[in-house]
């Protein structure tokens, strides 16, 4: 679904967030009216959660901890549902593609079931769509059905990988993450990020990759801010119309790279 107009939140230090979505215009005689029905979430990570009992006490969160342009959003917008609360945020996957062929045949899972995504992106619902269009693709190169359910989970998990990089690398970032592991044999390992030394759980390694994916955003998006195309290239990477991989060619990769260096080590005197 498209975003429009937002305040993402970003992992550790910018935990709450705002984005809207408009769903369809209307007719309204009133002229202050923007004539748009359209879908307000207000959300956060790292369990900073705004209040849910009244639309009033929403606001005042808001008005504190967002930047002015949202509580007048808000403020100035006619109300058509009661609040939905949701305080279950997570990321959830299933790699089924390290089964092989011992992935029961005649049986697959798509969308949610295969992976489930923090909502926070608004990447399941196109996820869970090109599953789906995987799988009829699966079905038109007329494989034995034996095949199928081994072909399309090769294809599916890469969709999933796609969307899993998104959404999981700032959420490494969360001051309290809590990560559960289940491997091939079953066993599971919980971890959980904390300041209390007598917490039962050990404290998560963030993975090479992801430290470095993480760098790499945080200067992607303060490059994308005085570039077109980089600005472009990531909305068809959240948009899902190209891999995330695309943002890692050459040309933005040095770019980045400069502004990551020119700041610390403040280069930008020698070539400016
Ligand atoms: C708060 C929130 C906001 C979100 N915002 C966005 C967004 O902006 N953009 C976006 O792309 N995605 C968003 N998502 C994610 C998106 O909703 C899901 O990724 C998508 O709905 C997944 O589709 P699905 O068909 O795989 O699963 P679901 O939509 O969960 O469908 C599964 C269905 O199966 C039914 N079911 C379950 N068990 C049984 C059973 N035993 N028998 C029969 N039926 C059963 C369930 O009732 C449900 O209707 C959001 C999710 C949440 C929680």
């Known amino acids: 679904s498209i975003h429009v107009g937002g305040n993402a939140a970003h992992a550790p230090y910018h935990n709450k967030g705002f984005l809207t979505t408009p769903i369809r215009q209307i007719k309204s005689s009133d002229e202050n009216s923007l004539g748009l029905i359209s879908n307000f979430a207000v959300y956060c990570v790292n369990g900073e959660y705004p209040p849910n009992d009244s639309y009033e006490n929403l606001l005042e969160w808001v008005k504190e901890y967002l930047p002015i342009d949202y509580y007048l959003i808000l403020k100035s917008t006619k109300l058509l549902s009661p609040l939905l609360p949701y305080r279950r945020a997570f990321d ?59 072909i399309y989970n090769r294809r599916a998990a890469s969709i999933s990988e796609e969307c899993w990089l998104g959404s999981t690398t700032n959420d490494w970032a969360v001051p309290t993450l809590k990560v559960i592991n289940t491997d091939i044999y079953g066993k599971t390992n919980t971890y959980q990020r904390s300041e209390d030394s007598s917490s039962i759980y050990p404290q998560p390694k963030t993975p090479l990759f992801m430290q470095f ?24 990477v959240v948009f899902q119309e190209k891999s995330p991989y695309s943002l890692l060619q050459p040309k933005f990769f040095f770019k980045i790279l400069y502004a990551s260096l020119s700041h610390n080590f403040n280069l930008s005197k020698f070539f400016d």
């Open 92 to 150: 959830d996957r299933k790699h089924v593609e390290l089964l092989g062929r011992k992935w029961p045949r005649n049986y697959v899972l798509v969308g949610d079931s295969m992976c489930v995504f923090n909502p926070k992106n608004g990447q399941g619902m196109t996820h869970a769509c090109r599953q789906a269009q995987q799988l009829n693709e699966v079905f038109k190169e007329k494989y034995q059905l034996k095949d199928i359910s081994f």
């Open 213 to 236: 994916l993480q760098w790499y955003t945080y200067w992607l998006i303060k490059c994308a801010a005085q570039s077109g195309e980089l600005t472009t290239a990531f909305i068809h």
